[in-house]
């Protein structure tokens, strides 16, 4: 099994910045792509940024320029820092991760979801 835990999150006035944080543990044997989204009051979950196990990296076209999506493969993490944040930012984000497990001769790659954490982005 494998545990995904946020963290960062918080109330920050338009135009501040934070940094999301999702560590990932338990049976990994490595991770592939690692992905944000988030969802707002009333609105379906939306795909923010993702990135490769190689390093390339993504981004949803209102975030592009202010966010940035990196991660820390010795940590099994996975980061979303934010600039410039907007009102419309405010939802809870979640971390989405393709998990490789099993052994040399049985591998298998499992989608694990973090629970979430609240950005709220207010005056």
């Known amino acids: 099994q494998v545990q995904l835990v946020e963290s960062g999150g918080g109330l920050v006035h338009p135009g501040g910045s934070l940094r999301l944080s999702c560590v990932a543990s338990?049976?990994?044997?490595?991770?592939?792509?690692m992905r944000w989204y988030r969802q707002s009051p009333g609105k379906e979950r939306e795909w923010v940024a993702g990135?490769?196990?190689?390093?390339?990296?993504n981004y949803e076209d209102s975030v592009k320029g202010r966010f940035t999506i990196s991660r820390d493969n010795a940590k099994n993490t996975v980061y979303l820092q934010m600039n410039s944040l907007k009102p419309e930012d405010t939802a809870v984000y979640y971390c989405?991760?393709?998990?490789?497990?099993?052994?040399?001769?049985?591998?298998?790659?499992?989608?694990?979801w973090g629970k979430g954490i609240l950005v709220t982005v207010s005056s």
């Open positions: 989405n991760l393709d998990v490789v497990q099993g052994t040399s001769v049985s591998l298998s790659t499992m989608v694990y």
């Open positions: 990135i490769t196990s190689e390093g390339f990296t």
């Open positions: 338990g049976s990994i044997l490595k991770i592939d792509a």
